[in-house]
């Protein structure tokens, strides 16, 4: 199935009617068809962020829609992680395996 990143904009957009991204987004999401949608941690806390001053009914909302998003089976949010510092180090010091790559020590990130 095809994989779609979605950042920030998209799910403000997607979510608030108000936005003046909203139609663009909704037709956005019906082009793509059945496809999987990627985001990351990182993502999540910033669409958290974005309604963070609004008032409590939005936040719960917004909070409800993470629970939502997580639990959604055709949207993968990557976890946040320092692996990427990790495997570097790592490499950088000769402690990883001739010919091991990044996708080898973290391949739940790239399903």
Do not use: C
Request: glycine letters at 2%.
């Amino acid at each position: 199935m095809k994989k779609v990143f979605a950042d920030t904009n998209y799910w403000v957009a997607i979510t608030n009617p108000r936005d003046n991204l909203h139609a663009l987004a909704l037709e956005a999401r019906k082009k793509a068809g059945s496809v999987v949608i990627v985001t990351t941690d990182e993502v999540m806390v910033e669409y958290l962020n974005f309604f963070s001053k609004q008032s409590e009914q939005i936040r719960a909302a917004t909070l409800k829609s993470i629970k939502t998003i997580r639990s959604n089976p055709n949207i993968v949010v990557a976890p946040q992680t320092d692996l990427p510092h990790v495997w570097w180090t790592r490499r950088a010091s000769g402690l990883t395996s001739a010919g091991r790559d990044f996708q080898h020590e973290a391949p739940h990130i790239y399903r």
